[in-house]
């Protein structure tokens, strides 16, 4: 071996294992849409349009419907396509959310804002930091 010793580790070592990792993270990353472009249009964007649609009571299933879909079926998309962890959760509940807004555009159940709200981020930032310890994609079975 003739790998130089840095940090404690020999450079041959850290690049195969970096290698190995590397292809596995790699592959997943360039089907993970929220590094691409279209992970603006599909999170950013309608985030902007919920935010929008905080202040405004009438046109708010308007501004709030289409984005809850888009990103729902989105993070649908991106668990099926790259295995992202929190999506597998925040997907289901971003459609749900938005079948609830639905309903209650129809008057059939009441528009309760907070708790909606409270819920939509307590589940998202769960989701997220499920991540930290059991890894940013799904393991391969």
Request: one cysteine or more.
């Amino acid at each position: 071996m003739s790998g130089k010793k840095k940090d404690g580790v020999l450079d041959s070592v850290r690049i195969a294992r970096w290698t190995v990792a590397g292809v596995k993270l790699r592959r997943r990353t360039i089907s993970d849409l929220v590094g691409q472009k279209t992970g603006v249009l599909v999170w950013c964007l309608p985030t902007v349009a919920l935010v929008v649609g905080l202040g405004w009571m009438m046109p708010r299933p308007w501004l709030w419907i289409p984005p809850l879909l888009v990103m729902g079926f989105g993070c649908l998309v991106n668990a099926s396509r790259c295995g992202r962890l929190h999506c597998y959760f925040t997907g289901p509940v971003l459609v749900l959310a938005a079948i609830y807004v639905a309903l209650a555009a129809a008057n059939g159940v009441p528009m309760r804002l907070g708790p909606l709200l409270l819920t939509l981020c307590a589940i998202a930032m769960l989701a997220c930091s499920a991540e930290v310890p059991f890894g940013r994609y799904r393991k391969s079975a």
